[in-house]
C-alpha cells in the first residue's frame, strides 16, 4: 500500500544552518504531497504542497521538489531560525479523497 | 476567517466509558477528516465525510465511529474506551473537491483515557 519514510529525527542546527530534511514514498497512483509543521501543543500547519511531478512547492523560506524518477519530496531551507523548531511532517494524499498518508514526522531544534 | 475549532480540547475519561469529540470546519468546506496522533503509530487516518456521507475510512475498530451534520459539522465517538485510545485527535476541512484543495486542521482534543 501506500506509505511514506521520513528520516529519523531530531535534527540539530545552528541558527543560519542549511536545513534538509529526506522524504520518500510510495504509491500506486499519482497523488499530491505535502509539507506539515506541528508546533507544540498545536494541530498541524500546512507548510507547503506539490500536486504533479516537478512541482516546487514554496513558503517561508521551505522548499520541496515533486521528484517522481526517485520518489522524493525533500524539504530544504537555506538559512533556519530558532522560531523553525517544531516537528515537520510529510505527507502524500490518496487521489480523489481527504485521506493523509504521514510520515513518522522529524524533529528540528535550532540553537542560537 | 475562523479556523477548524475542535471541542473540547482535553478530556480524561476511564476505561469501558465513550466519548464525543466535535469539530467545526471552515466556513464553506464540505468535508471534513480525522486523525489520531500517537507517540507509537504516528498520524493515523480513521476517517472523511463529505456532504454528510462517510467517504473514507481508515482500519480502526467499529468501536471509532463519526458522524457529520447538514452544516458540515462532525463529530467522533469512541465507544467502550480503551487505555490504547489516550491520543490526540484531530480534525481537519477542506473543500472537499480533492488534492488542490488543502486540509486545514484544528488544534485537536487530547484524549487520556484512565
Known amino acids: 500500500g501506500d506509505s511514506v519514510t521520513q528520516m529519523e529525527g531530531p535534527v540539530t542546527l545552528s541558527e543560519e544552518a542549511f536545513l534538509t530534511i529526506n522524504c520518500t514514498y510510495t504509491?500506486?497512483?499519482?497523488?499530491?504531497l505535502f509539507w506539515y509543521v506541528q508546533y507544540p501543543g498545536e494541530g498541524l500547519q500546512l507548510l507547503l504542497k506539490?500536486?504533479?511531478?516537478?512541482d516546487k512547492g514554496s513558503n517561508k523560506g521551505f522548499e520541496a521538489t515533486y521528484r517522481k524518477e526517485t520518489t522524493s519530496f525533500h524539504l530544504e531551507k537555506g538559512s533556519v531560525q530558532v522560531s523553525d523548531s517544531a516537528v515537520y511532517f510529510c505527507?502524500?494524499?490518496?487521489?480523489?479523497?481527504?485521506?493523509?498518508?504521514f510520515g513518522t514526522g522529524t524533529r528540528l531544534q535550532v540553537f542560537p | 476567517k475562523a479556523g477548524v475549532t475542535q471541542t473540547p480540547r482535553y478530556l480524561i475519561k476511564t476505561r469501558g466509558q465513550q466519548v464525543t469529540l466535535s469539530c467545526s470546519p471552515i466556513?464553506?468546506?464540505?468535508?471534513v477528516s480525522w486523525y489520531q496522533q500517537t507517540p507509537g503509530q504516528g498520524l493515523q487516518f480513521l476517517f472523511e465525510?463529505?456532504?454528510?456521507?462517510q467517504r473514507n475510512k481508515g482500519n480502526f475498530p467499529g468501536r471509532f465511529s463519526g458522524r457529520q451534520f447538514s452544516n458540515s459539522r462532525s463529530e467522533m465517538n469512541v465507544s467502550t474506551l480503551e487505555l490504547g485510545d489516550s491520543a490526540l485527535y484531530l480534525c481537519?476541512?477542506?473543500w472537499g473537491t480533492g488534492g488542490n484543495s488543502p486540509l486545514h486542521f484544528g488544534n485537536g482534543t487530547r484524549l487520556t483515557v484512565t
Open positions: 481537519a476541512s477542506s
Open positions: 504509491a500506486t497512483g499519482y497523488p499530491s
Open positions: 506539490a500536486t504533479k511531478a516537478d
Open positions: 505527507a502524500l494524499r490518496v487521489p480523489n479523497t481527504d485521506k493523509l498518508i
Open positions: 466556513s464553506g468546506h464540505r468535508s
Open positions: 465525510y463529505f456532504s454528510e456521507t
